[in-house]
């Protein structure tokens, strides 16, 4: 961590610094510069809050020049974590795996129908909201428990591990009978109570990146995840929110390598709610294998002009077998399955 | 609501659609324009999601022109709604009303020293934090309880109503008891399950402005908690995200007329987060007042270098009270006192 | 075109509207909605400009149907448009084209050894800033017309068709003579009186998209080249500006379907400005080709920790032709060649 | 300047680099750190390109200490800059200057009849532009030349000195000869080739904030302009895009106290273009004088409905009056005048 303090600091604000972080055992470095006093920090400075050294007046910056995550971190855990999902393995060089699914359930038997066509066109796994978060408290807010209970048929008859998005403490026994990945939403990336009770899970947990979170809030944010005990955390990313208006949101695919970079941990790509338009979904997910993803979670709706919601960026199954059969070829090119 | 449908949609699918929405109670308007044909639906659209008819695949563009809030909506309710706060109003011509504290409660002598100092200084009421949303899981994750109960023995002494932050459903009983306004941060925004809560509450709500929503989202937040049947809701402008390195967030202070002109409830500012630094917490809150804000909430801290949680925006006492001062003459200019 | 009015609006004015719109020779079609007035104007909007109608107190909001342009538009020129530059193709279903060189001209020697490098690998075209784009006056602003004509030197040894960048209305004689590709940069997107000038070239166009621009205003900005009777603009995606900090800028890939579909013009990515940093180059390739381009403009040089501008996100050549090798195989799994 | 490399660094890495900026003059520091080797780079620091180091495949991260800009630095040059406009002076504690007038000069007689309003109302200089900068093509482009003369007919009619943009090069001569404050546009904020231009010439430059540019950038292009040898720089702050719809740009007034920190010189505020909507105007502009803005630039038309350019955000000559009004009272208590 590197300190930059004015000039004009006092000899004596100067020695008081050093002696408090050397009395909590950093070593410490000082430059004296043109303009500026510029202190090097050594140590493990993640304990340290930046913010709280900026509330010196004497301190004109601070920049944090180690990761602010350890769990996370690739530079402490080198090899990918592999989550596995009961059997279904995400990350490393595993199988790409395909997510399909409506945007929320909507009854057993269209859920049902929806994942026949889900399961035959190749999917993994099958995603279908139970909570839904709203912008307005007037939509559709979500079948709740029952939703869930037509998730484990569906998952009962064709085989499909169940994703659904959890957005309450309250429901976490649920989720745990239920579910086999707990969705945390985009949303709730930085709802740190759920975060932390989430950590205590059993369960893997889908990471959906935050509306106008950094990559580096977001790996804190697993960070929070690994620390309360629950190591399988999978990245999701959906889209950021920017200027853009013909895209519901803005698809960031360069995390794909950053992630890989950083952290040791899987990470997929949602093209649906990133684009918020079926039409782009299919050359979005091509772009997202072939810059590396492990894994696609796509909306499959039999019917989207019938959707409850989100039918503007669901898929038919036909099309997502499609985007299956052509990522396919191009995982092959890049030396995966899919 | 318009609905623009492609000019090669077969007579008959316009013919289905005008149906639905007749059967719904709506009535219908074709323009049939050069390149498209466009519907307009009318009556109260509130509850029609666009994202569903974006599922048409006929369907170009919608375009919603009545607002999609009711109970927020002063096209229903053009007189200011006022809250009353332990007698203290906010909102309306009344008073604009100081806010002042610490991020976070740090123990009871030093929260009870902050709370004399924002009392002479001329703060109505007092905030602090005594469970803290943190980026990072090893950052200092706030007092809990008794930090709650510092605040209530700070308003024994001083009679300042405390405000709080509420980041979890299951402390509601806890702030029911202890707080007299709970605050909704900015993370927690879009948090609906905790809205949903908070919306049975009895107490007043300050509800943050989420880090990248937009003024109609934020309403629409507002309108979760009156739909619950709490009316007495807050807005807090506190800084949105930019590519702006300079300053934490950039303060949107143009919310103020926008918040007026189209809700009737009270606004303030929160100049502290969105700067992010004490050197221009005073001229922003002028500016705020000038603009027409109901109120300002302001970091204090008796010694910012040492705090606990962003030291880096706290106003000592002398300046909170020089700010209160300025303040109050800017506030004389506008016609309101403060 | 759709404007709605207050429902407050006397009879009078509406009237009054309604017949400078019938003069202009659109016809008008009007919904009495619930709490708005909304009419439709149908005819050719292009030439209306909005926020002269926003002008007018009574309405309340426009929005526009149709798009604001034409020539780039694909509703009136469904076949894709291919741009010849000296013999390479580059859009429709021809081969994808791969531009690679140094961000700047440095000098003789050390662009013919890039140039025979960039051939080798496999590349189509010659990159290389004469002019270069500082946000800094003290840093390398670019060798001038020496630049230019050491490309034409390596244009000549290598066969490789040569790209600049424009700053200047008063270079456009150097150009014409000079360079194949006339690029102008993100920060010259909107400067209106380049683009017109730009207009008046024999020269094709890569128009990069600006920082902060949206897609509508990108197509405008080619609306500007092509309405001066330049119809060869190739779109060229380089990243947006939001506030991420781990990337440059956010490579926007989903422009690539959505500029296929609403125009007929080639669009082509800049993965190198775009991440910022080599180590993502070579995954937004892949995943460009993917999604659909029909190119790649990428930063090579022999020595990127001695280039003069942007070492971080240059390739060296092995690396470069590592990329094209992989691109292929993708290139060949969706159709196409590279 | 501090770099960040690798731990992995080979010890001749290291020893080479240090010579190499050690035979540039600068001396080096160096740190040790747990995971990571950092230097510091002591000396005059701004004619290094940060991310040419980045080329350096060991270099892990590039932070800059001091500024990168010098003439326009406080830290350089403490006393304020007041440009002084045949006569007005603008910045320092002078006299709040408000600069009224139409978004485009329409024709002699209108522009005759608004500079008359904007002088009775209490305005100190007159706005109008002849060259437009439109994101449509087929919009009006502005009448040129004669609008300038028309700018000089009310200029000697009323005595207020001109402002109008300068979109080209070529007109550097026209300038010159007919305005008083040559205004560089948002868009055309880094044109490098106009910024350099502009340096040459006599006159003022009131210099907008780009629609996406980082205040550092912003203070970069006055670099510019200062280098070239003129240092009569205004800045005019006019909205930042951001993902909020409700107004055209957000306003960011935290630019104000920021710019007069680091920079000597004066800032101006334009809440027409920031807010895009007359009826926010009001409190814009009485918050900007309260944050301690050196002026004011509001558009002004005396029929905005007929106005042939922006008229949704121009203000009626009487409301333009109660703005000067109202915020001269503002100007009193913070100590000033206008």
Redesign the interface.
């Known amino acids: 961590m590197?300190i930059?303090m004015k000039k004009s600091t006092p000899q004596s604000e100067i020695e008081k610094l050093t002696r408090e972080f050397e009395d909590k055992g950093f070593s410490i470095?000082l430059?004296?510069?043109?303009?500026?006093n510029?202190f090097?920090i050594?140590?493990?400075t993640?304990?340290i809050?930046e913010?709280?050294?900026?509330?010196?007046?004497y301190v004109d910056?601070v920049?944090r020049?180690?990761a602010?995550y350890k769990k996370a971190n690739r530079?402490f855990h080198p090899e990918d974590t592999v989550v596995d999902v009961n059997g279904i393995k995400i990350g490393g060089q595993e199988k790409i795996v395909v997510i399909g699914g409506p945007c929320s359930v909507e009854g057993e038997e269209p859920l049902l129908e929806i994942a026949k066509g889900v399961k035959e066109a190749g999917g993994a796994m099958l995603r279908g909201g139970a909570?839904k978060?709203?912008?307005?408290?007037?939509?559709?807010q979500g079948l709740g428990t029952p939703g869930l209970q037509y998730m484990c048929k569906a998952r009962e008859l064709y085989g499909l591990p169940v994703v659904s998005e959890l957005?309450?403490?309250?429901k976490i026994d649920e989720f745990e009978e239920y579910v086999d990945v707990v969705q945390i939403g985009a949303?709730?990336m930085?709802?740190?109570?759920?975060l932390?009770a989430v950590g205590k899970m059993t369960k893997p947990v889908l990471l959906k990146r935050?509306?106008?979170?950094?990559?580096?809030?977001w790996i804190?944010s697993a960070?929070?995840i690994m620390?309360?005990g629950n190591e399988n955390v999978i990245f999701c990313e959906r889209g950021?929110?920017?200027?853009?208006?013909?895209?519901r949101n803005?698809?960031?695919?360069?995390v794909?390598?950053?992630i890989k970079?950083r952290t040791h941990l899987p990470i997929i790509i949602d093209p649906s709610h990133?684009?918020?338009?079926w039409?782009?979904v299919e050359?979005?997910s091509?772009?997202?294998?072939?810059?590396?993803a492990d894994g696609l979670i796509i909306e499959v709706?039999n019917c989207?002009?019938?959707?409850?919601?989100?039918?503007?960026?669901?898929l038919k199954v036909e099309r997502f077998q499609s985007v299956i059969e052509?990522g396919r070829?191009?995982a092959h090119?890049?030396g995966r399955d899919m």
């Open positions: 590197i930059t470095c430059i004296q510069g043109t303009d500026y510029v090097g050594i140590g493990d993640t304990s809050d913010r709280m050294l900026n509330g010196n007046a910056n920049t020049i180690a602010p530079l909570y978060p709203r912008t307005s408290p007037y939509a559709f957005m309450s403490e309250d949303r709730n930085q709802n740190f109570s759920l932390k935050g509306l106008a979170n950094t990559i580096e809030e804190m960070e929070y620390a309360g950021i929110r920017t200027f853009e208006k013909y895209t803005t698809l960031d695919l360069s794909i390598p950053i970079e990133a684009t918020g338009n039409k782009y050359s979005m091509l772009a997202a294998i072939a810059a590396g709706h989207p002009e019938k959707a409850w919601s989100d039918g503007a960026q669901s052509k070829k191009i090119v890049i």
